[in-house]
């Protein structure tokens, strides 16, 4: 088969779709398909780390709504995350994907629709949606949404009748190294301590959230032999000032940028403090307990209902991180808690979601040939 993906990343968006629809190209490719990539070329677009894995990638120019004249459709929310008009990116979309003949194409872009997605919809065999907010309307064969706490009745009304519905934290798209360390992260954590912090707020964290947490840290109740791994990405702009704050931490604190081994040092982790998005489900897979910062409305539901499992504790704002960090790993300080926490979070996925979908995905196009 060839599959065909349509996602963004940048400053603003951050790089979480990216690397998603990353790891679903991957186990197409180890199944022996074809993958291409359409993407705009965003400040902090992943274009470089997409063809570097291999993939063919086609680039759309930038640009910005700025340029165009205003309308009411750039304010609605994550519209202005497309660059430019959705009309346009159709057209474009539509002229890449006509040169080929693809089997499926991956969207994965909340500034995306049913309307985009009928204007490209002869160009291509079949579309696969990947959301998260349940917030609009989509003409697909398959529709995928890994949050918890999702039902596949909240999208009622918003895709055809005859759409496949992949909904919840087990269809999440991990990379096959998580599921590998499985065994092992699980077993550590039965005889559970806090001495490895792994800190990690997303590739771009453009509001220096990363800062905030090692502020909050300096007044917890740790001991001095702790240790914090901090992960940012290449593009992070205030990757600088966070290295130099972590120089003057009270205890031992490294900065690393661009890891490959992210499943490796959650499994050596004993807690994490994170953002409440994709990476959420890579801690579940691994057993790891976390301290979770909403930064986006569309993190709310799904922090809140790792909370209600038990998975995790939740930080609301980083605003909050100050006042609340501290008191959140003073309840998690006891062995009982982490062990808890960690079995709670283990019964929400086993990380082979990547997987699942590519078999849905292919028999789908079987049984309609």
């Not at 199944?31 to 780390?49: D, P």
């Not at 291509?124 to 003409?139: Q, Y």
């Not at 065994?183 to 771009?204: D, N």
């Not at 579940?284 to 409305?297: H, K, N």
């Amino acid at each position: 088969m060839i599959v065909a993906f349509r996602v963004d990343a940048s400053i603003e968006i951050g790089t979480g779709h990216v690397m998603r629809c990353l790891t679903l190209a991957d186990e197409f490719k180890r199944q022996g398909h074809q993958c291409i990539f359409i993407c705009r070329e965003h400040e902090g677009h992943l274009g470089e780390l997409i063809a570097r894995k291999g993939y063919e990638l086609y680039l759309l120019a930038g640009s910005r709504y700025a340029e165009e004249k205003p309308t009411a459709e750039m304010n609605k929310a994550h519209v202005g995350w497309l660059g430019v008009p959705w009309q346009r990116d159709a057209e474009q979309t539509f002229e890449v994907l006509s040169a080929m003949e693809a089997d499926w194409l991956v969207v994965d872009h909340y500034a995306l629709d049913a309307r985009w997605e009928r204007h490209v919809a002869a160009a291509v065999g079949r579309v696969l949606v990947i959301d998260d907010l349940a917030d609009r309307n989509h003409e697909c064969s398959l529709l995928l949404d890994q949050n918890l706490g999702r039902a596949a009745s909240d999208y009622d009304q918003r895709v055809p009748a005859d759409c496949v519905r992949m909904i919840g934290p087990q269809h999440a798209l991990l990379r096959p190294e998580f599921a590998s360390l499985r065994e092992r992260s699980l077993g550590r954590r039965e005889h559970p301590g806090m001495k490895r912090i792994l800190v990690s707020l997303g590739g771009v964290d453009r509001n220096n959230v990363t800062g905030r947490v090692l502020d909050a840290l300096v007044e917890a109740p740790l001991p001095a032999g702790t240790e914090l791994d901090i992960i940012m990405g290449a593009s992070a702009p205030n990757l600088a000032k966070v290295r130099a704050q972590a120089a003057e931490m009270p205890f031992r604190a490294t900065v690393q940028v661009n890891v490959s081994d992210m499943a490796e040092r959650m499994c050596l982790a004993d807690v994490s403090i994170g953002a409440a998005g994709g990476t959420s489900w890579e801690r579940c897979c691994l057993g790891l307990p976390a301290v979770l910062v909403v930064l986006a409305d569309n993190q709310v539901s799904g922090a809140a209902a790792l909370e209600r499992a038990g998975a995790a504790l939740v930080i609301s704002e980083p605003e909050a991180l100050q006042a609340e960090l501290p008191s959140a790993l003073a309840r998690m300080s006891d062995a009982a808690t982490l062990r808890n926490m960690s079995h709670a979070a283990a019964e929400v996925t086993t990380g082979e979601g990547a997987s699942i979908v590519v078999e849905s995905m292919v028999t789908i196009t079987g049984g309609a040939q």
